[in-house]
């Protein structure tokens, strides 16, 4: 759950989500907001570089909640691992207008690298991510804005497809 504007929008959109997540088997994760996502029940959070940092995230969740952190290298990929993340986003790993201001892309290699670096780890390439780029990856998983706007049903076939024949 991913909500720019404010604590009660998100606990709100959260907890709706969690009515249609939880009947489907399905994991709900909150992007930054450690409070919401314990507020709310849901089943971990996502950190980026400029929010909470992860070992102060994993000691107000727990152990047992899910944590992701952003990382854009080997070493905070490390560190990451290190202060309790669960998984790690990467990127950007190609270029995206889904979101402005981002620094340059760190490109298959990057990524690469950083799953190189955390083995055992999931790594999950963010940003540019297209079905036909999920070969050029060497991740976990991928995460995608854009390239399922405008046929979500279709294009996430078209993912499944491309990472299970990455395996």
């Known amino acids: 759950m991913r909500v720019k504007t404010n604590d009660r929008a998100a606990y709100a959109l959260t907890v709706a989500a969690l009515e249609l997540c939880r009947p489907a088997g399905a994991l709900c994760l909150v992007d930054d907001r450690v409070g919401v996502a314990l507020a709310a029940g849901a089943d971990g959070v996502h950190v980026g570089a400029d929010d909470l940092p992860v070992a102060a995230a994993r000691r107000v969740l727990g152990q047992h909640a899910i944590l992701g952190a952003t990382c854009r290298n080997p070493s905070a990929a490390r560190a990451a691992v290190a202060d309790g993340a669960s998984y790690l986003g990467v990127g950007p790993t190609f270029t995206t207008t889904s979101k402005s201001g981002l620094p340059d892309p760190i490109g298959p290699a990057g990524v690469a690298a950083i799953t190189r670096a955390v083995p055992g780890t999931p790594v999950i390439a963010i940003?540019?991510?297209?079905?036909?780029?999920?070969?050029?990856?060497?991740?976990?998983?991928?995460?995608?804005?854009?390239?399922?706007?405008?046929?979500?049903?279709?294009?996430?076939?078209?993912?499944?497809?491309?990472?299970?024949?990455?395996?």
Do not use: H, M, N, W
């Not at 706007?149 to 990455?166: C, I, N, Q, R």
């Open 127 to 167: 940003a540019g991510i297209t079905p036909e780029r999920v070969a050029q990856l060497d991740c976990y998983g991928v995460a995608a804005i854009s390239a399922v706007a405008v046929d979500p049903a279709g294009v996430t076939a078209e993912f499944l497809k491309a990472l299970a024949s990455d395996e």
